[in-house]
């Protein structure tokens, strides 16, 4: 079991950046992907970025060339660096990593409890 802890979110004004961290712990063989979602209020989650074990990326059409993420496999974290933030990212971001219980498991789905994001002026 995989327990994932976000940290660095709150309150920003426009234009602003904030960096998200997220912290895997517990039992497991190996983290693969590793991904931020948020969730706005009335909205569906929706994915962010994500990266891959091997440092791929993938980002969602509206933070791209504004938000980047990076891992560190060694420590199993995760970050997002959120730059000319406005309000449209307001929401709260999770936290999520795919990963294996032991060399012959599929794969198993963690999420974070969530990090407040919030831009107003």
């Known amino acids: 079991q995989v327990q994932l802890v976000e940290s660095g979110g709150g309150l920003v004004q426009p234009g602003g950046s904030l960096r998200l961290s997220c912290s895997a712990s517990?039992?497991?063989?190996?983290?693969?992907?590793m991904a931020w979602y948020r969730q706005a209020p009335g909205n569906q989650r929706e994915l962010v970025a994500q990266?891959?074990?091997?440092?791929?990326?993938n980002y969602a059409d509206s933070v791209k060339g504004r938000f980047t993420i990076s891992r560190d496999n060694a420590e199993n974290t995760v970050a997002l660096l959120m730059n000319n933030l406005n309000a449209d990212d307001t929401a709260v971001y999770y936290c999520?990593?795919?990963?294996?219980?032991?060399?012959?498991?599929?794969?198993?789905?963690?999420w974070g409890q969530g990090t407040q994001v919030t831009v107003s002026s």
């Open positions: 990266i891959t074990r091997a440092y791929n990326t």
């Open positions: 999520n990593a795919a990963y294996r219980r032991s060399a012959v498991s599929g794969f198993s789905e963690a």
């Open positions: 517990g039992r497991f063989f190996s983290i693969n992907d």
